[in-house]
Nanobody, 126 residues
Framework: QVALVESGGGLVQAGGSLRLSCAASGRAFRFSTYAMAWFRQTPGKEREFVAALVWGGTTTDYAASVKGRFTISADNLKNTVYLQMSSLKPEDTAVYYC?????????????????WGQGTQVTVSS
């Protein structure tokens, strides 16, 4: 019942910034009962965890590779989750996916997430 639509991807120079958005919609969506996350994937590699938060909570989690550079946040009024990416590196290039888990528990395992967006491409040039 939850639909996720990512936006904000694009081409950016190394060292630059980009902000991704994930708009959530659907009946029965509860702001404080879902965990939201960002994953990313490149060809030939499995989808990897980037960042997550509990919609109505304060706890966040980040992959070591992005900690200090990326920030996940949410705007409950807009039903939107954001991923602010700064100091981007070429290795950050990937398709970024928004995911939703139907429980207020953080998880880094992609198999624990119930809904996925279609992804948005982020390309960082050197």
């Amino acid at each position: 019942q939850v639909a996720l639509v990512e936006s904000g991807g694009g081409l950016v120079q190394a060292g630059g910034s980009l902000r991704l958005s994930c708009a959530a919609s659907g009946r029965a969506f509860r702001f404080s009962t879902y965990a939201m996350a960002w994953f990313r994937q490149t060809p030939g590699k499995e989808r990897e965890f980037v960042a997550a938060l509990v919609w109505g909570g304060t706890t966040t989690d980040y992959a070591a590779s992005v900690k200090g550079r990326f920030t996940i946040s949410a705007d409950n009024l807009k039903n939107t989750v954001y991923l602010q990416m700064s100091s981007l590196k070429p290795e950050d290039t990937a398709v970024y996916y928004c995911a939703c888990r139907r429980s207020p528990v953080l998880g880094i395992d992609r198999n624990h997430y119930d809904y996925w967006g279609q992804g948005t491409q982020v390309t960082v040039s050197s």
